[in-house]
C-alpha cells in the first residue's frame, strides 16, 4: 500500500490525491480521515471499467482495502507496527458507469493484532453500489506478512 502522509485529523478536511502505485492508477482521492473512519473517492473513467461499460468489481475491493489499510495505519505506524489486508469480503448491489466512486470506510474492531472495517461504496446519488468488510492484520514492522487463511 502506498499511504500519503497522514492527513491532520484535528483540522478540516484535507485532500490528498494518491499519485503512486494502484491507488494512484485508480485515481484514489483521501477527502478526511480520522481513527474511526475514512472518507475517499475515484473519479469513474474508462480505464477503470470492465467491457460492460461498469466501473469493475475489483476497484470496489481495492478502494476498500486501501481505505482500511492506510487508516489502521495512520493509528499504528507511530507504535512501530504496519498494517497489511488479510481477508476482504466484497459484496456488488448496483453498478457505476459515471461520475464520483465514493467510499466510506468506519472501523467496527481494534484488536491487538487484527482490525477490521466496514467500507460502504456509493454512487453520486448516494446509493450503495458495494459493501465490504475488510480484516486488517496488524504486525511489529518488519515482521513478515500473515500466512493466507487456512495455511496458518
Avoid at 493509528?75 to 459484496?91: D, F, H, I, M, R
Wanted: charged letters at 20%; aromatic letters at 4%.
Amino acid at each position: 500500500m502506498a499511504a500519503p502522509a497522514s492527513p491532520e485529523s484535528d483540522g478540516p478536511p484535507q485532500r490528498v490525491k494518491l499519485e503512486h502505485g494502484f491507488d494512484g492508477a485508480i485515481g484514489l482521492v483521501v477527502l478526511s480521515h480520522s481513527e474511526e473512519e475514512l472518507y475517499a473517492e475515484v473519479p469513474v473513467r474508462d480505464e477503470i471499467k470492465q467491457p460492460m461499460g461498469l466501473v469493475h468489481g475489483g476497484v470496489y475491493a481495492s478502494i476498500a482495502e486501501s481505505l482500511a489499510s492506510m487508516a489502521t495505519h495512520f493509528a499504528v505506524a507511530a507504535e512501530g507496527k504496519l498494517a497489511v489486508g488479510l481477508a476482504n469480503q466484497t459484496s456488488f448491489l448496483r453498478p457505476i458507469t459515471e461520475g464520483t466512486v465514493h467510499a466510506h470506510a468506519r472501523r467496527r474492531h481494534r484488536g491487538r493484532t487484527t482490525w477490521l472495517w466496514d467500507v460502504e461504496i456509493t454512487d453520486d446519488r448516494g446509493r450503495l453500489c458495494a459493501l465490504t468488510r475488510m480484516t486488517i492484520a496488524v504486525r511489529p514492522a518488519g515482521s513478515p506478512p500473515p500466512a493466507p487463511p487456512g495455511k496458518g
